[in-house]
């Protein structure tokens, strides 16, 4: 996949506006850990020709049509690559973003830690299943809705004297 600069920059804003990065625990009793964890890279939009441009673009990944949860709504579409697909284009589209930065880094680790085979792989032979729910646990409160450990600056009032006379 040979992308341009200008194309590198144009996804890293769609990914930091419309995308999310993340990774998903699941329970079960398959791994030894207890859990399955999934890296997620996906994008929502409700303009599906903008989704397969981007699939075309990076040459991998599905759209499907999520279900309208408020009637007078544009019909909204989600864009999902695969982990290979993760791990060739995170790397190149990282250092460009902004409001996603952190977890692009978090997703590259993981993805590291589990090349070569799927994440849950019951039959590996170095288990990394602490370091991954570090990244779990690191990864989730950067997707927080809302302000989190922003310290908002004080309002400092300002005394405005008028002049005598």
Same mark, same amino acid.
């Given at each position: 996949? /040979?992308?341009?600069?200008?194309?590198?920059?144009?996804?890293?804003?769609?990914?930091?506006?419309?995308?999310?990065?993340?990774? /998903?625990?699941? &329970? /079960?009793?398959?791994?030894?850990?207890?859990?399955?964890?999934?890296?997620?890279?996906?994008?929502? %939009?409700?303009?599906?020709?903008?989704?397969?441009?981007?699939?075309?673009?990076?040459?991998?990944?599905?759209?499907?049509?999520?279900?309208?949860?408020?009637?007078?709504?544009?019909?909204?579409?989600?864009?999902?690559?695969?982990? %290979?697909?993760?791990?060739?284009?995170?790397?190149?589209?990282?250092?460009?973003?902004?409001?996603?930065?952190?977890?692009?880094?978090?997703?590259?680790?993981?993805?590291?830690?589990?090349?070569?085979?799927?994440? %849950?792989?019951?039959?590996?032979?170095?288990?990394?299943?602490?370091?991954?729910?570090?990244?779990?646990?690191?990864? &989730?409160?950067? %997707? &927080?809705?809302?302000?989190?450990?922003?310290?908002?600056?004080?309002?400092?009032?300002?005394?405005?004297?008028?002049?005598?006379?």
């Amino acid at each position: 996949m /040979t992308l341009t600069d200008k194309q590198l920059g144009y996804l890293a804003g769609i990914v930091d506006g419309e995308g999310c990065l993340t990774v /998903t625990r699941e &329970r /079960t009793k398959y791994y030894a850990s207890g859990f399955k964890y999934s890296p997620v890279f996906k994008i929502v %939009n409700t303009d599906l020709e903008l989704l397969k441009y981007i699939q075309r673009l990076i040459g991998s990944g599905s759209i499907i049509q999520l279900k309208q949860r408020l009637q007078n709504r544009k019909q909204i579409y989600q864009l999902e690559l695969y982990p %290979n697909a993760q791990r060739q284009i995170l790397p190149l589209i990282a250092p460009l973003l902004r409001c996603k930065k952190q977890q692009a880094e978090c997703l590259i680790k993981l993805l590291t830690l589990t090349a070569g085979h799927h994440a %849950n792989h019951r039959y590996r032979k170095v288990d990394h299943s602490e370091k991954i729910e570090e990244l779990y646990e690191r990864i &989730r409160p950067l %997707n &927080r809705r809302g302000i989190i450990g922003v310290v908002l600056p004080k309002v400092v009032e300002i005394a405005i004297r008028k002049p005598k006379g």
